[in-house]
């Protein structure tokens, strides 16, 4: 009986080896491609992710930040609108905001243009008119 034990766990332990590595999801997902040439399920040919800047107000007022259309235009620009309010119980310092949104503002300046701002503004206000946000 001790030997048949013994022997159960040998095989058990041996049998756990010729497991598979599992391979991550991600591999098993398509990778969006429409090239009739290319594999769709190569890693290589997946398409390029644009890493989204924060900026940190204090308020929602006049970002629109419910609106698809104006989050969509920020992320087009390379960044996202934060609400932290003052207040906040894990929001950060001052300090930090300032910051942080001193590096992104920069960052946006000389990739973008000067005139980000504006471009953003008037895009916004292109989607307030199409959501019907907009009065007047």
């Not at 235009?73 to 003052?86: A, C, L, N, Q, S």
């Not at 300090?95 to 973008?112: A, D, E, I, Q, Y």
Request: with cysteine; proline share 4%.
């Amino acid at each position: 009986m001790k030997y048949a034990l013994v022997l159960f766990i040998f095989l058990l332990g041996f049998f756990s080896f010729a497991q598979k590595k599992e391979r991550p999801v991600r591999d098993y997902l398509p990778t969006e491609n429409l090239k009739a040439r290319k594999d769709a399920n190569n890693v290589s040919n997946r398409p390029k992710r644009k890493k989204i800047e924060l900026i940190y107000v204090k308020s929602a007022r006049g970002i629109l930040y419910g609106n698809a259309c104006a989050i969509q235009e920020t992320h087009r620009i390379g960044f996202e609108y934060i609400v932290e309010p003052v207040n906040g119980m894990e929001s950060r310092s001052w300090f930090g905001k300032l910051c942080s949104n001193l590096w992104v503002k920069t960052k946006l300046f000389f990739r973008r243009s000067p005139f980000w701002k504006a471009t953003l503004n008037k895009r916004i206000k292109r989607c307030r008119r199409q959501t019907g946000d907009f009065v007047g």
